[in-house]
């Protein structure tokens, strides 16, 4: 099923909904869309990520009512099991969420989860299932690394802890580390004064290493991160904020048995168990600053300085 793009206007038609928009959050890639890394056509509205509430129903619509409370799914063509095709996403291949009003397909909205409000809820499409998708398979004894304090590496934080595990973070700052650690990492390495922070990893594992890498480092992290993984684990691909050119030693990763998966968000089934897993546990995401609407471009500037900790939301 390939869903339309949203529709301009505010009748929702067949199978779609209206959702007042209430708050959208910012990911790395939005910066990638500003500054023209990533092609978007224009005129295109942007971000990815939203919460709100359903103010009308088309025809035909099953799974939202008016009043209900929703998020949208990152990626709007995958609806569960393994993605076999590279997906479409919101403000790149379709209409974003920066709107007051949206028009969509009620199949690409799930609930938000009962506990959190809007502001939170924004910023569980992108870095929280990107987060849940590169953890797949942790369990309580399991070592996690998590490397920084992005939107991503904090979600992947709090449902590694959910899932019984010790996360161990890097950080380029005392004072985040200290918020690391309030959050439950375990040990905390300043990647700066560290840089062969993959064998400080392995020290903290009597040698063993982390079973799961969080990897969003990319190109300039990847060599650390083959140091400090366990024999057999996993290092989940999924950023570049550390560019670099030297790249990675094949050989090392050879010797290191560890698999390298690529990772590319989550589908909307993936939101919609992690939803439950956030219930469950009642976690609320890290949310390090709110800009009013007028503001969504002070609120990019503000992410592209990396002073944040957790996730930067416009409230709508
Ligand atoms: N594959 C996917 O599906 C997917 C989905 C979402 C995001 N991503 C990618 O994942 C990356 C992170 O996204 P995000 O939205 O979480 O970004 P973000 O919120 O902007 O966080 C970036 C953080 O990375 C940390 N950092 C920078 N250089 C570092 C280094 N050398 N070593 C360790 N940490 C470093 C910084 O934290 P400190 O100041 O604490 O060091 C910074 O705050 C981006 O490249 C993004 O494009 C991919």
């Known amino acids: ?32 869309m500003l500054d023209g890394r990533y092609p978007v056509p224009p005129g295109r509205v942007p971000l990815s990520d939203a919460a709100g509430v359903v103010e009308a129903t088309g025809p035909g619509t099953t799974r939202f009512a008016v009043g209900d409370r929703m998020v949208n799914s990152f990626n709007p063509l995958w609806f569960g099991g393994p993605q076999r095709t590279p997906g479409q996403n919101h403000h790149t291949d379709i209409y974003g969420w920066l709107a007051e009003y949206v028009v969509i397909d009620e199949q690409l909205l799930v609930p938000m989860p009962a506990h959190l409000d809007f502001i939170e809820a924004a910023t569980l499409p992108c870095a929280a299932v990107t987060a849940y998708s590169a953890l797949e398979g942790v369990g309580p004894g399991d ?38 650690r309030e959050l439950g990492a375990s040990d905390v390495i ?23 890498i969080v ?11 083959i140091a400090a993984v366990a024999y057999r684990g996993v290092i989940s691909l999924v950023g570049h904020v550390a560019f670099d ?36 546990h009642q976690l609320r995401p890290v949310i390090d600053r709110v800009f009013p609407f007028e503001e969504a471009l002070d609120a990019a500037a503000h992410l592209a300085s990396g002073a944040h900790f957790g996730k930067v939301v416009i409230s709508h």
């Open 1 to 32: 099923m390939r869903p339309e793009h949203p529709r301009r206007g505010t009748h929702p038609g067949t199978g779609q909904v209206l959702v007042r928009v209430h708050a959208s959050s910012l990911n790395a890639r939005d910066l990638f």
């Open 143 to 180: 070592t996690v690394l998590v490397q920084g304090s992005g939107g991503v590496s904090l979600f992947a934080l709090q449902l590694a802890r959910a899932a019984g595990a010790r996360v161990i973070a890097t950080t380029s700052s005392e004072k985040k580390a200290a918020r690391l």
């Open 245 to 280: 050119t030297t790249g990675m030693s094949l050989l090392d990763f050879t010797y290191s048995g560890a698999t390298l998966r690529a990772i590319g968000g989550g589908s909307r089934s993936d939101l919609e168990d992690m939803n439950r897993v956030i219930t469950a």
């Open 215 to 225: 990897e969003v480092g990319g190109a300039g992290t990847i060599t650390q991160s």
């Open 190 to 212: 300043n990647y700066r004064d560290t840089p062969n922070w993959g064998a400080e990893v392995r020290r903290l594992t009597n040698d063993q290493g982390a079973d799961i």
